[in-house]
């Protein structure tokens, strides 16, 4: 059994589904955030089989909740103080996102203003859909990204 230690302040990323927890590191940015990260893939789950984890030794406020939320918003969020696990939150699906995904439209304004923020707002929850906010180009959730 593999044995990864406790984490003293921070975040356990929980019911993340198997093969996913590479995506939300790169999307988190925590290869550029100066804490300690642990990636445990394909642990088993009673409830889901297989599922992912991540424990991220830093403060709750750096992480981004509306990139878990767009990602997988089955995903448990729980937050630790003092090796004890505090609080925990559902992700949802954010009503709005920004710099997570990139336009393909080669009209929008975003490919010709490089450094005008990438926005996009949730149109259809049910679908999981959202639309950029300049040229309501439409997404299909987490499955058209890159």
Known sequence: ??????IQEGVV???????RSMTIYH???LGKMDCTVAI???????KMGKKDII???????????????YIDHNITVNIVKDGVIVEK????????????????????????EQGLDQVFVLADEKEEIYRCKYCEEKFHGHKDRR
């Open 55 to 69: 424990k991220i030794e830093c403060p709750v406020d750096m992480i981004n909740l509306d990139i878990l939320g």
């Open 27 to 29: 999307d988190l940015k």
């Open 89 to 112: 939150r559902d992700v949802k699906l954010p009503k709005q996102i920004v710099n997570v995904i990139k336009c393909k439209n080669p009209r929008c304004i975003t490919s010709i």
């Open 40 to 46: 445990i893939k394909n642990a088993r789950s009673n």
């Open 13 to 19: 990323l929980d019911h993340i589904k198997a093969g």
């Open 1 to 6: 059994m593999l044995n990864v230690g406790a």
